[in-house]
């Protein structure tokens, strides 16, 4: 199992201020969870977000929000979000 970083691990390793790291964690721009009242990284998932493209991240943090509010809207519904927030992301790429 790979170790947890902290936010001042990862500000080191990115050459940011630890309060931009935990404000992209915050606004879940960041791969990162939050145990408690701390914020954690995996390497691999900081490796895999700075490699990784623009549009495909900003997709993945809108079907997360997406299916968090799935409880209070249709089946019928979502599938039309994630279709709109699909040509939106694909738009901007």
Known sequence: ???ALTIMEVSK???????TVYRLARKGEIPAVRVGRC?????EAINKWLAGKP????????LEKM???TDRISAD?????IKKAVKAVRGHA
Not at 13 to 19: E, K, M, T
Not at 39 to 43: A, P
Request: hydrophobic share 40%; glycine share 0%.
């Open 1 to 3: 199992m790979e170790k």
């Open 13 to 19: 390793i990115l050459s940011l201020s630890p309060i």
């Open 39 to 43: 914020w954690r990284f995996t390497q």
């Open 55 to 62: 549009w495909e991240q900003k997709l993945e943090t809108l």
């Open 67 to 69: 299916w968090r509010r």
């Open 77 to 81: 519904k979502v599938d039309q979000e």
